[in-house]
């Protein structure tokens, strides 16, 4: 390479827009010997000045230096450095400079000079600067909108008990500390919302203003300065007459029994319990529903004082806190409103819809000289009730009527049709003997009525003959699928009365005819019993005559078990099932070893339903051989009077033979457990379960919206 011209690289340098210094050794404190005009024109200094300041001039032109100690560290050992600065022009503005320092050495090799560059690279560091900036916007979206997703998840499902406790636990990621208050009974801290129980709505307005009552704290009363307590903006909240969020000052005073008052206490006790700091203040969120404030969503922000009296103030403050934080908390407040608000319209709607439902379930009637045993069950998930209905009416003495019947479809509509062909069929029931009579009426009301949906159905009435054991029954179908007869292992297909769908029929209706004796069982169904998608319906008849050809049981409720077990595990279909049968002394005596071992049936929440489960107990196990017949019918009583007296809803008892002792299931729509009580004072009764204690264990558990009270009786319980 050839050797450049002679004084080149001095004019370079000289002439270089790059401000450019020379400055003497380290240790002579790194005098300023030289600079040129470009570091003259961007710092407003020459040499002669800034040798004139003596040892280390240049860092009288450095703002900001964080990297200093290990740039001296370097130069001290006189290795070139680099580093960048903030500092000042000319014109006073700011800028960043990278500075670059190398040594120039002598014959000994020690760095007697140093030649440095600053180079301005304030548009570069602002570029960073601005792309870092908008990285930490993006990342906090993200996290921001990943808490108000976990927030969204939880608030999906407020039967967990721990919900809002578990959202304020995320929001303290944001803020030191968070918490949700609920406005059901007057202000109350909460870690979750009970959807199922309606609200009780009481206590919901605090006192605005209560004069200085003996039992108020002396710090919560108001100061008796002549001036008003502040305003209860908290109560301004929970009214709806401001929107929030408001500021609660934590060291001002109010009226003990305002909700700013009582608010102020809790949040004292629970922030320095949490956090062991004293706050100043808190932001109150409403967390609103559609019509009114359902609770308050209180934040701490960070700025209080801690136990050694210091002030102490948290990087998130309101002072230094960004307002992506408070949109956070407002988002999460109201999401939080409306998930309630929706979980508690969803609640009360299906407390109404329960209670429409139970009132259209199938009842059955107690009647005497029949074992009758019953089932339903509606295809829908969300429903207690579908198109399908029974009927069993004592119409009078020795007279019994059964109506076994199917609308087409499982929605509320088709449950509305059963409800007013239910009405009907019972209505002509009471008034007319015959039971094609009776649906020949039903039909011409049915035409006028204009009901929306087909549907078949079976009445059948049964009379006791005077003169012995038989029954007469008579019967008529609408379009539906014939009973059975039951007897000796035979069965007959009752397929006389036939007609067509109700409200269809063009001529008059038949009555079949046949007669019952003791042993004899009949069956009354729906078709989703039978009904498969991968076979005919008849087909799926003839496997229920196979399947009843072969059962062993010889009360109506084994009976009942044995088809569903068989026919019923998997139905496509609503099911209704109705067993009747003639008792049979003689044979009811004997032992049924291979009867299913489980029972089940569904009364009403009426007193006689005691006296129908005693039965029913006592009849069970006599067909299994269990000798704690009395022990069990003490139980039953107890536990089924309880499901009456204190229950509401229909109340399903089960039965089932564990091997080593009778277990007794008694299910109502009461979540309130039974509790063991001394007796009533002033009233008979109380020593409900004192009895069951005594026979049996026992216990309970929810079963959907109410309870399962359980009871297995001691293999020796023998009652005294």
């Known amino acids: ?283 109150v969120h409403a967390v609103a529903g559609r019509r009114r404030v359902l609770g308050l969503l209180a934040t701490w922000h960070g700025v209080g004082v801690a136990a050694d009296g210091t002030v102490t103030e948290d990087p998130r403050a309101p002072a230094s806190e960004p307002q992506h934080v408070h949109t956070v908390i407002e988002v999460v407040a109201r999401r939080a409103g409306t998930a309630i608000d929706n979980a508690r319209l969803y609640a009360r709607e299906h407390r109404l819809a329960e209670a429409l439902q139970r009132a259209m379930l199938p009842e059955q009637a107690d009647v005497s000289g029949l074992d009758v045993w019953t089932y339903y069950a509606p295809n829908a998930e969300h429903a207690q009730v579908g198109g399908d209905w029974y009927d069993v009416l004592q119409i009078s003495d020795g007279t019994v009527g059964l109506v076994v019947g199917d609308v087409v479809g499982h929605d509320v509509e088709a449950a509305a049709a059963m409800g007013q062909l239910r009405s009907v069929v019972r209505s002509y029931a009471f008034e007319l003997a015959t039971p094609g009579i009776v649906v020949d009426r039903v039909d011409q009301l049915v035409t006028g009525m204009r009901i929306p949906r087909s549907a078949s159905m079976v009445y059948a009435t049964l009379r006791h003959q005077p003169d012995g054991d038989a029954w007469t ?114 044979a009811d005596a004997e032992t049924q070893p291979l009867s299913p071992r489980s029972r089940r049936w569904l009364l009403p929440s009426e007193p006689a339903s005691i006296g129908r489960a005693r039965h029913a107990v006592l009849r069970t196990c006599q067909a299994w051989g269990l000798p704690e017949s009395a022990s069990a019918e003490l139980v039953v009583s107890e536990l089924v009077a309880n499901g009456v007296l204190h229950g509401w809803g229909n109340i399903a008892l089960r039965l089932f033979d564990t091997g080593d002792g009778l277990r007794i299931e008694v299910e109502d729509s009461n979540p309130a457990p039974p509790v063991t009580t001394d007796g009533h004072p002033n009233r008979v009764g109380g020593f409900g379960m004192q009895i069951v204690e005594r026979l049996a264990d026992w216990g309970w558990r929810p079963a959907g919206s109410g309870k399962l009270v359980w009871a297995k009786l001691h293999a020796s319980s023998v009652p005294g």
């Open 473 to 586: 029954v008579q019967y008529t179908r609408a379009g539906h699928l014939p009973p059975l007869l039951l007897r000796d292992g035979t069965v007959t297909q009752l397929a006389g009365g036939a007609g067509s769908l109700v409200g269809f029929g063009s001529k008059p209706r038949t009555t079949g005819q046949a007669e019952l004796r003791r042993g004899d069982v009949m069956l009354f169904y729906t078709d989703g019993l039978i009904e498969r998608r991968d076979r005919s319906l008849k087909v799926g008849l003839d496997a229920l005559v196979e399947t009843s050809a072969r059962i062993t049981a010889r009360d109506a409720a084994g009976v009942g078990e044995e088809l569903l077990s068989r026919l019923a595990d998997a139905p496509e279909d609503d099911v209704a099932l109705v067993v009747v049968r003639v008792p049979d002394p003689v």
């Open 1 to 283: 390479m050839p050797p450049l011209p002679g004084g080149f690289l001095d004019a370079a340098v000289a002439d270089s827009v790059i401000p450019v210094f020379v400055t003497g050794s380290w240790g002579d404190g790194m005098p300023v010997l030289w600079v040129n005009d470009a570091f003259t024109h961007e710092t407003g200094t020459d040499a002669a000045r800034l040798a004139a300041l003596g040892s280390h001039a240049l860092l009288s032109l450095v703002v900001d230096d964080a990297d200093r100690a290990r740039s001296q560290d370097e130069l001290r050992a006189g290795r070139p450095t680099t580093r960048l600065v903030r500092g000042r022009r000319a014109d006073g503005s700011l800028t960043w400079w990278q500075l670059t320092v190398s040594p120039v050495r002598d014959a000994d090799g020690a760095a007697a000079r140093w030649f440095g560059t600053a180079t301005d690279v304030s548009t570069h560091v602002e570029r960073q600067a601005a792309q870092l900036a908008s990285l930490e916007v993006e990342r906090r979206e993200r996290a921001d909108l990943d808490l108000i997703a976990q927030t969204t998840e939880l608030l999906g499902d407020l039967e967990y008990p721990y919900a809002l406790r578990d959202i304020a636990d995320l929001l303290r990621s944001v803020v030191p500390w968070a918490g949700f208050y609920v406005n059901d009974d007057g202000l109350l801290f909460a870690d979750g919302v009970d959807v199922a129980s309606p609200p009780s709505g009481r206590g919901r307005r605090h006192a605005r203003y209560v004069p200085e009552a003996p039992e108020a704290d002396a710090a919560d009363r108001p100061p008796h300065d002549g001036h008003e307590p502040p305003r209860d903006e908290v109560q301004d909240l929970l009214e709806g007459v401001v929107e929030g969020p408001v500021m609660l000052r934590l060291d001002a005073r109010f009226p003990a029994h305002s909700a700013s008052g009582w608010l102020r206490r809790d949040l004292l006790r629970r922030v320095v319990e949490e956090t062991g700091a004293l706050p100043r203040a808190v932001v």
